[in-house]
Nanobody
Framework: VQLQASGGGLVQTGGSLRLSCAAF????????MGWFRQAPGKEREFVTT????????YYTDSVKGRFTISRDDAKRTVYLQMNSLKPDDTAVYYC???????????????WGQGTQVTVSS
């Protein structure tokens, strides 16, 4: 089972990035997929998750209205569109897979390697 995240980079405040997470070697369509992030010196925190069916999503309050999670089961890929980025969004972003639809980090069994997002002020 492998999750490969990509799409991070350096962007100015107010800019946009789209992260991708490709899944290999696992049934993807039945998993909930989530994005978490970890800033330097902080705990890894929940950002968003999407149900296996794609019809329900949750977002942490700080990204609501700015970030959008989506999935393409045919491509076995989940996306995180990030708009109106702020310096506080700077972190390593991780995608994760779970057979539970949850905001809890402990519910996720499979993790990608992380991709760095840096937002300059």
């Amino acid at each position: 089972v492998q999750l490969q995240a990509s799409g991070g980079g350096l962007v100015q405040t107010g800019g946009s990035l789209r992260l991708s997470c490709a899944a290999f070697g696992r049934t993807f369509s039945s998993d909930a997929m989530g994005w978490f992030r970890q800033a330097p010196g902080k705990e890894r925190e929940f950002v968003t998750t999407i149900r296996w069916s794609g019809d329900i999503t949750y977002y942490t309050d700080s990204v609501k209205g700015r970030f959008t999670i989506s999935r393409d089961d045919a491509k076995r890929t989940v996306y995180l569109q990030m708009n109106s980025l702020k310096p506080d969004d700077t972190a390593v972003y991780y995608c994760a897979a779970s057979n539970l639809f949850s905001r809890l980090r402990s519910a996720y069994d499979y993790w990608g390697q992380g991709t760095q997002v840096t937002v300059s002020s």
